[in-house]
């Protein structure tokens, strides 16, 4: 059974902290997400990962940083939190290997609160 | 840049009718056409997926119709049940194991089946 696993579900901060939310999956993906979920926008993609040490800017990039050290973890960093940050924040992983689904399995999500 | 359509935003059945889920897209390029299912307070899992070169799919009560000219595809479900409220995300990609199977997902549809 496919695990992602978030290390918060709930975070309070205050503005201009520095926030890291963290993501392991037990898979071996390849590939791995944050998205960001509100309401009426769907979910939109911060960044993602194919390998360890790459990273890509998603569609909403700006305020967000990425690590990915070990091929099984990939963490999101808000290196100053504002109040338009709050959201849930999605963590996904997936096989980049050719004949593969495409399939995202994706975490329980972390509800970030910036107040 | 890419860019996925859903409509409608909301939707309420009653239980046993069929509730009809529609999106567009804008890539031409893309070729792969999953549908995510979550339910409340839950996280977003794959309940169906078409590929560019079939133009529909069915698996029990849920299908997907794809018009690769009308750049749009559709889920439908027949004979609603009270478990099927939740919110369905359409996506699109091109090659699922090619960019990383970069999704972009649509704004979600809250479909409601009252007893």
């Known amino acids: 059974d496919v695990k992602v696993t978030q290390s918060s579900r709930y975070l309070v901060k205050r503005t201009g902290e520095k926030v890291f939310l963290e993501c392991v999956q037990d898979?071996?993906?390849?590939?791995m997400f944050w998205y960001r979920q509100d309401p009426g926008l769907g979910l939109r993609l911060i960044y993602f990962?194919?390998?360890?040490?790459?990273?890509e800017k998603g569609d909403i990039p700006e305020g967000y940083s990425v690590s990915r050290e070990k091929k099984e973890r990939f963490s999101l960093i808000l290196e100053s939190a504002s109040t338009n940050q709050t959201s849930m924040y999605l963590c996904a992983s997936s096989f980049r290997r050719v004949g593969s689904t495409g399939e995202l399995f994706f975490g329980e999500g972390s509800r970030l609160t910036v107040l | 840049g890419e860019n996925v359509e859903q409509h409608p935003s909301t939707l309420s059945v009653q239980e046993g009718d069929s509730a009809v889920i529609k999106c567009t897209y804008s890539?031409?390029?893309?070729?792969?056409f999953p549908w995510y299912k979550q339910e409340l307070g839950k996280r977003p899992q794959l309940i169906i997926d078409?590929?560019?070169?079939?133009g529909e799919k069915k698996d029990q009560r849920i299908a997907v119709t794809l018009n690769k000219t009308a750049k749009h595809f559709s889920l439908h479900i027949t004979e609603t049940q009270p478990e099927d409220s939740a919110v369905y995300f359409c996506?699109?990609?091109?090659?699922?194991?090619?960019?990383?199977?970069?999704?972009?997902f649509g704004q979600g549809t809250e479909l409601s089946v009252k007893p």
């Open positions: 990962s194919y390998d360890v040490k790459m990273k």
């Open positions: 078409i590929r560019s070169n079939v």
């Open positions: 996506a699109a990609s091109r090659t699922p194991w090619n960019q990383g199977g970069k999704l972009i």
């Open positions: 898979m071996d993906h390849e590939n």
């Open positions: 890539d031409s390029a893309s070729n792969y």
